[in-house]
């Protein structure tokens, strides 16, 4: 069974930037042609994808957020990681990283627990 | 391309036919999946290309639609279904969105 964990700081300065690791377990990043991505979802609020990556690398975002994320994969390590830069209390939110149900669509099937990330001094 | 959801809450008792109705600002053809989300968990996938029932999702749910007009019907509410439900867009040209959600409580 496919599993995935996100970890990272829980709490980030505002202007830094925010960085999070999705472990895969169950299953490997670059088998099966499937894209892995980032949502988002502040407290009490909604969710917001924040972006995606193809297992070839290729890369995929949220045009409200892409001058400041970056998201990348580590074939041999069997994650991919998040990057947001220049955060702000607005990007406090619980992060989740996923994979999508099939090669063929976006839907997400698989999703980590979440991690709080909280933007503050 | 913008999602809306409609009601954006509702109380409901167990045993009732709910029905929550998604709206696409274009038309996105049958790339709509839809989710439910309890408090403190991630969500899960319920429904994919607008009507196809995940694997192990209870026959009650039920979506349909195509193009701008999606639904998500339960037809007889259980309890553990109380959660909100979000629909997502899945088109490749504009990236993905989801829909505002909506919460369904017990009446």
């Known amino acids: 069974q496919l599993q995935l964990q996100e970890s990272g700081p829980g709490l980030v300065k505002p202007s830094e930037t925010l960085s999070l690791t999705c472990t895969v377990s169950?299953?490997?990043?670059?088998?099966?042609?499937?894209?892995w991505g980032w949502i988002r979802q502040p407290p009490g609020k909604g969710l917001e994808w924040i972006g995606s990556?193809?297992?070839?690398?290729?890369?995929y975002y949220n045009p409200s957020l892409k001058s400041r994320v970056t998201i990348s994969l580590d074939m041999s390590k069997s994650h991919f990681s998040l990057k947001l830069n220049s955060v702000t209390a607005a990007d406090t939110a619980i992060y989740y990283c996923?994979?999508?149900?099939?090669?063929?669509?976006?839907?997400?099937?698989?999703w980590g627990q979440g991690a709080l990330v909280t933007v503050s001094s | 391309i913008q999602l809306t959801q409609s009601p954006s809450s509702l109380s409901a008792s167990v045993g009732d036919r709910v029905t929550i109705t998604c709206r696409a600002s274009q038309g996105i053809s049958s790339y709509l999946a839809w989710y439910q989300q309890k408090p403190g968990k991630a969500p899960k996938l319920l429904i994919y290309?607008?009507?196809t029932l995940q694997s192990g999702v209870p026959s009650r749910f039920s979506g349909s639609g195509s193009g701008t007009d999606f639904t998500l019907t339960i037809s007889s509410l259980q309890p553990e279904d109380f959660a909100t439900y979000y629909c997502?867009?899945?088109?490749?040209?504009?990236?993905?969105?989801f829909g505002p959600g909506t919460k369904v409580d017990i009446k």
């Open positions: 990556i193809y297992y070839s690398g290729s890369t």
């Open positions: 997502q867009q899945l088109t490749s040209d504009s990236g993905v969105t």
């Open positions: 996923a994979r999508v149900h099939s090669p063929s669509d976006s839907c997400f099937e698989y």
């Open positions: 169950g299953g490997s990043i670059t088998s099966g042609r499937y894209y």
């Open positions: 290309a607008a009507s």
